[in-house]
């Protein structure tokens, strides 16, 4: 299982700002995430991976409510790409 994908949003200092351009990052990295794992990547594996690369956060409470959020929107985009039988190429 490969989630460095996810490292072209997180290495951006902006990354849990919510801006259009983070979100923008964040799409397509959850894109080939997908695209470039042979199975499917559940969500938790999704949060503790965000949660390992910014672990030298000190504020870790707004880390992990960030975490959160995102892996929600990872479930949703996870979910309904498998209720829908959707393969990305």
Known sequence: MDLTPLDSWL???TWDT???SDQER???SVY???TSNDKPVESQYVKNYILDSKNKIKNQEH???VAEIYTEKYD???SF???NRITLD
Request: charged share 35%; aromatic share 20%; glycine share 0%.
């Open 32 to 34: 080939k995430l997908i």
């Open 18 to 20: 919510h801006h259009p």
């Open 76 to 78: 949703i985009i996870y």
């Open 81 to 83: 790409l498998f209720e």
């Open 26 to 28: 964040f799409y397509k």
């Open 11 to 13: 290495k951006v200092d």
């Open 63 to 65: 880390v992990e409510r």
